[in-house]
């Protein structure tokens, strides 16, 4: 089975970086998207950014610019690097798996990141 685990979040000041990492430990076959998830308190979980196996992806608008998504395909680890932080970003980070075969709908615990000054 597939568990994700991730890392890297903390307090960061508006206009600092923050790396996020989502480790899998399984191995997920054929065509599927990690996708980086964040849910602010009393808010709806909202999608940050999506990669694919083949490295293909997407990001929510109000990132494009500021996050880069990335797969390191060796260590099985997805990255969001998280530029110019803002206030607004102040979230819990999700890390969810989805497709493959076996089918594969899987997501880590969160990390929590704190932007202020």
């Known amino acids: 089975q597939v568990q994700l685990t991730e890392s890297g979040g903390g307090l960061a000041q508006p206009g600092g970086s923050l790396r996020l990492s989502c480790a899998d430990s399984?191995?997920?076959?054929?065509?599927?998207?990690t996708t980086w998830y964040r849910q602010a308190p009393g808010k709806e979980r909202e999608m940050v950014a999506s990669?694919?196996?083949?490295?293909?992806?997407n990001y929510a608008d109000f990132v494009k610019g500021r996050f880069a998504i990335s797969r390191d395909h060796i260590n099985n680890i997805v990255h969001l690097q998280m530029n110019s932080l803002k206030p607004e970003d102040t979230a819990v980070y999700y890390c969810?798996?989805?497709?493959?075969?076996?089918?594969?709908?899987?997501w880590g615990q969160g990390t929590q990141v704190f932007v202020s000054s």
């Open positions: 969810n798996a989805k497709g493959g075969y076996p089918r594969v709908d899987a």
């Open positions: 990669i694919t196996n083949a490295n293909v992806i």
């Open positions: 399984g191995v997920i076959r054929g065509i599927f998207t």
